[in-house]
């Protein structure tokens, strides 16, 4: 079956960098793009970062350009979003998420709080 795992968040100041990984297992990874969700406590769910099959294609949220980059290892079946620059705004789980036949697979989810 569809695994997604999420790791890496935690708390850092503003101003800090955080790198999330995603592990994926149960289909045919460099088959399919990923994307990158979050959700602030309060508010819908947005999606943050999307990554082609191959990784040639990239498009971001107008929120998180210039600040996060998504990235993926195929052989690792592995998608990153290094934040940087993180701001107060950031704080939300974060969701990794891919489309098979149309129906959407979510990770658990992992949290990201930036705060002094």
């Known amino acids: 079956q569809v695994q997604l795992v999420e790791s890496g968040g935690g708390l850092v100041q503003p101003g800090g960098s955080l790198r999330l990984s995603c592990t994926a297992s149960g289909f045919t990874f460099s088959n399919q793009a990923m994307r990158w969700y979050r959700q602030a406590p309060g508010k819908e769910r947005e999606l943050v970062a999307v990554i082609s099959s191959a990784g040639g294609s990239r498009n971001y949220a107008d929120s998180v350009k210039g600040r996060f980059t998504i990235s993926r290892d195929n052989a690792k079946n592995t998608v990153y979003l290094q934040m940087n620059s993180l701001k107060t705004e950031d704080t939300a789980v974060y969701y990794c998420?891919?489309?098979?036949?149309?129906?959407?697979?979510w990770g658990q989810g992992t949290q990201v709080t930036v705060s002094s």
């Open positions: 998420n891919v489309l098979i036949y149309l129906y959407p697979y």
